[in-house]
């Protein structure tokens, strides 16, 4: 069974601004983003750096989730404050 190491929804806090999803972490991880299919905008994602409108792009409606394990922090961005989305990070076992 995998570990679950965060909540598994959340909000952007400040529309515009690249969030951390998920802090850097010693043990390497695998993270997945729903962005929920009434959503009106698209959020992005990005491993290692700061999210901006060129990092991965989860669509309305979208799932994304890591292929590789990562111990880098993750951060996100999405354009309206209040955005909500669904997000957990796991171990890889």
């Not at 679950?4 to 400040?14: E, G, H, K, N, R």
């Amino acid at each position: 069974m995998s570990n679950v190491t965060a909540p598994a929804s959340a909000s952007i806090q400040v529309g515009g601004t690249a969030q951390v999803l998920f802090p850097a972490m010693n043990m390497g991880y695998l993270f997945e983003l729903f962005n929920p299919y009434l959503a009106t905008e698209s959020l992005f994602v990005s491993d290692g750096a700061v999210a901006t409108v060129n990092s991965i792009e989860v669509k309305p409606g979208g799932y994304f989730r890591s292929e590789s394990l990562t111990t880098n922090a993750v951060s996100i961005l999405g354009a309206s404050s209040g955005h909500a989305f669904y997000a957990r990070s796991f171990n890889g076992n």
